[in-house]
Nanobody, 123 residues
Framework: QVQLVESGGGLVQAGGSLRLSCKYSGRTFRSWAMAWFRRPPGKEREFVASINWNGFSSYYTDAVKGRFTISRDNAKNAVYLQMNSLKPEDTAVYYC????????????????WGQGNQVTVSS
């Protein structure tokens, strides 16, 4: 009963918005940190944002700060990534992830990962 499933990706024009959702199974995730990572085409995975268990603390990579917002609703077993003012550089496969420790940074490798969801931003 350990599963993370992303949804909400797709194709959007630059300047537009998308909202990614990640539904998780297993009550353990309610008390674990959640995060979003992404892998742009031809590049390595990079950290996007993370949020602690109660949603009161969060981190963002500089590239998305002020444009993306991570949030969670433990009652609905979900974590979200609201993406506004999207840029072509945001094009990537986005992954939901979770770990017991609240961390941030590209070097962080959470224990559990979703399957990924494609976001494509056209210019």
């Amino acid at each position: 009963q350990v599963q993370l499933v992303e949804s909400g990706g797709g194709l959007v024009q630059a300047g537009g918005s998308l909202r990614l959702s990640c539904k998780y199974s297993g009550r353990t995730f309610r008390s674990w940190a959640m995060a979003w990572f992404r892998r742009p085409p031809g590049k390595e995975r990079e950290f996007v944002a993370s949020i602690n268990w109660n949603g009161f603390s969060s981190y963002y990579t500089d590239a998305v700060k002020g444009r993306f917002t991570i949030s969670r609703d433990n009652a609905k077993n979900a974590v979200y990534l609201q993406m506004n003012s999207l840029k072509p550089e945001d094009t990537a496969v986005y992954y939901c992830a979770s770990d017991q420790s609240f961390m941030f940074g590209t070097s962080w490798i959470p224990r559990y990962w979703g399957q990924g969801n494609q976001v494509t931003v056209s210019s």
